[in-house]
């Protein structure tokens, strides 16, 4: 069944309303996580697992912590809240868990979403903190597979509003509206004006910041490929034929 689409003008809705007539054309290779996601399969789980969130009691607006160890993790987590109605919140996987459990209390997260490398110290923090539930992107002890998500019965997504319901909450306390990613979005592009014959070099390790998830959402959005590489990136622009690559200032620098 063909997912559908999120409001118009909000982040799900720009980055994936063409992304089923793409069908698996590779998207996002996550060198770090072993994973190559399709476009059409991207969209599937994403909406899926939304609607999974929803069976399970997420709420509009409701902040969900986002710790994950790779690229293709927190593109797959943040959408998924994001189309769910939530509020995605990038945790910098380097904090030790008292200061996670401190930043879940002040943003007041409902819900964890993590990787099974990080689950250990996630479920650590929740108990301290007002998570009732903590996602795994993969089996872990007293955490919920991201998989079962997928399996739940169908149930309808919210509507939003693009201006007024916010995105991301960043480490900072700042808040992105879906306008204010979106316009992330735009000023990364201003420099390379990305096409769909591009592929975007990525070395930016999930944060607690927004410049990744804008990067993913932008080359999505234009129906381009980013490779999300670690620390050792020697060979990849060659073996992807890069177009862009990422600077070290949150900007994007076409090299060919």
Do not use: N
Request: aromatic share 4%; with cysteine; net charge neutral.
């Amino acid at each position: 069944m063909k997912p559908t689409a999120s409001t118009t003008g909000t982040v799900i809705h720009e980055v994936f309303r063409r992304a089923y007539e793409r069908g698996e054309r590779p998207a996002l290779v996550d060198l770090r996580g072993g994973h190559v996601y399709g476009y059409r399969r991207l969209v599937t789980e994403v909406t899926r697992a939304a609607s999974g969130l929803v069976r399970r009691g997420a709420r509009r607006d409701q902040v969900v912590g986002v710790h994950v160890s790779t690229a293709g993790a927190q593109t797959l987590a943040v959408h998924t809240v994001l189309a769910a109605g939530g509020v995605a919140a990038p945790i910098d996987p380097g904090l030790d868990g008292g200061e996670m459990a401190e930043w879940l209390r002040k943003c007041d997260a409902r819900t964890l979403i993590t990787t099974p490398d990080l689950a250990e110290r996630a479920v650590r923090a929740a108990d301290e903190s007002r998570v009732r539930q903590v996602v795994s992107l993969g089996a872990a002890l007293d955490t919920i597979d991201f998989r079962g998500l997928l399996t739940l019965e169908p149930t309808a997504l919210p509507a939003l509003d693009a201006k007024r319901q916010d995105a991301l909450v960043t480490a900072d306390g700042g808040r992105l509206s879906h306008a204010g990613l979106l316009a992330r979005m735009a000023e990364l592009d201003l420099p390379v004006r990305l096409a769909e014959s591009d592929v975007v070099l990525s070395t930016w390790p999930p944060d607690g910041g927004a410049d990744l998830v804008a990067l993913v959402g932008l080359v999505l959005s234009k129906g381009a490929l980013v490779v999300a590489a670690g620390g050792d990136h020697q060979g990849t622009s060659y073996d992807f034929s890069v177009t862009v690559v990422t600077g070290p200032k949150g900007a994007l620098e076409r090299v060919r």
